[in-house]
C-alpha cells in the first residue's frame, strides 16, 4: 500500500469523495491552538494556531490527527483503506544552524482499524513520505490505540496510546547529522537507524459549552526511543521526553 503511486492515490480519493460527498457531511469542526515541539528532536517549542476536524461523508472522514482516510472495507468492526496525512518539516535555524532543512511532504500509505464502538479502537497505519528530496523520503508508520469515557456533566474523556516507527531513511532525515551538517553545526554525527522512534501517551477532554459547542483540551506526553533517543541531536539540543498541549472550540453539525 505505501508503495502505491501519488497521483493514483488522489484519483482514487475523488472518485469515492465525489460519490460520499452525496451523502452529506457530519461530524465537528473548529479552531484552536498547540504549544508543541517545532520539530521532532525538541530542540524548542512554539505556539500556532490550529484548525479541527472530525468529518464524516460516506466512508471517507478528515480527522486533525489522521488526516483524510478512505474506509474502502467495513465489516463487523474492522475497516481498512488508504489515508493521505500532512508531514511537517524542519527549518534548520536556531540550535539547528548549519544542518538541512526538511521539506513539508505529504504521507500516503494504508490503515487497518478494529472499532467495535465508538468509544473506543486498536489501529495501525504503515505510509511513505512523499514529496521531499529523495533522501528524506522513508516509511513510517504507527500502531495505537485510543479508550473514550463519560466523566459526569457532559464531559468525555479519552486516553490514547500511539508508537510511532520508521525506516532508517525516515529516521536519519530528522535524527541523522552527516560530516558536513556535523562540520557546519558543530554537533556530532550520527547514522540513524529504523525501528521505534517514540511512544506517545494523550489524555483529552471534551467539554460542551452550549448545544453544539465544544471545548476540546489535550495534552500529550512523547517519549523518544531506540535510535531517536540516542540521536545527537536530541542529546545536544533537544529533549528524549517532550510535551504537547492543544485546545480547541468545535462545532457540531450534522
Avoid at 469523495?17 to 520539530?39: C, D, K, M, N, T
Avoid at 528532536?41 to 500556532?48: A, F, I, L, P, W
Wanted: charged share 15%; aromatic share 10%; hydrophobic share 35%.
Amino acid at each position: 500500500m505505501c508503495r502505491m503511486s501519488s497521483a493514483l492515490f488522489a484519483g482514487l480519493l475523488g472518485l469515492w469523495a465525489g460519490s460520499a460527498l452525496a451523502q452529506g457531511i457530519s461530524g465537528e469542526v473548529g479552531l484552536g491552538a498547540s504549544y508543541q515541539p517545532r520539530e521532532p528532536t525538541g530542540s524548542r517549542y512554539h505556539t500556532v494556531p490550529v484548525p479541527y476536524f472530525d468529518l464524516e461523508w460516506g466512508d471517507v472522514s478528515l480527522d486533525t490527527d489522521d488526516g483524510l482516510t478512505l474506509s474502502a472495507l467495513n465489516h463487523q468492526g474492522f475497516s481498512a483503506g488508504p489515508y493521505l496525512n500532512y508531514l511537517p518539516g524542519r527549518a534548520a535555524n536556531g540550535p539547528l544552524r548549519g544542518l538541512r532543512d526538511v521539506s513539508d511532504m505529504a504521507e500516503i500509505g494504508g490503515f487497518i482499524q478494529y472499532a467495535p464502538a465508538d468509544f473506543w479502537r486498536v489501529y495501525v497505519q504503515l505510509g511513505r513520505a512523499v514529496g521531499g528530496a529523495r533522501e528524506q523520503s522513508g516509511v513510517l508508520g504507527k500502531l495505537g490505540g485510543e479508550l473514550g469515557y463519560p466523566l459526569g456533566g457532559g464531559v468525555i474523556g479519552s486516553s490514547g496510546l500511539v508508537a510511532h516507527f520508521a525506516d532508517g531513511r525516515q529516521t536519519q532525515t530528522f535524527f541523522g547529522v552527516d560530516e558536513h551538517e556535523a562540520a557546519n553545526s558543530g554537533i556530532r554525527p550520527y547514522s540513524a537507524s529504523g525501528g521505534f522512534q517514540n511512544l506517545t501517551l494523550t489524555q483529552s477532554l471534551q467539554i460542551p459549552l452550549a448545544p453544539k459547542w465544544t471545548l476540546l483540551t489535550s495534552a500529550s506526553w512523547i517519549h523518544l526511543t531506540g535510535s531517536a533517543a540516542d540521536s545527537s541531536l536530541v542529546r545536544q539540543t533537544g529533549e528524549v521526553n517532550q510535551g504537547q498541549v492543544q485546545t480547541a472550540i468545535s462545532y457540531t453539525f450534522d
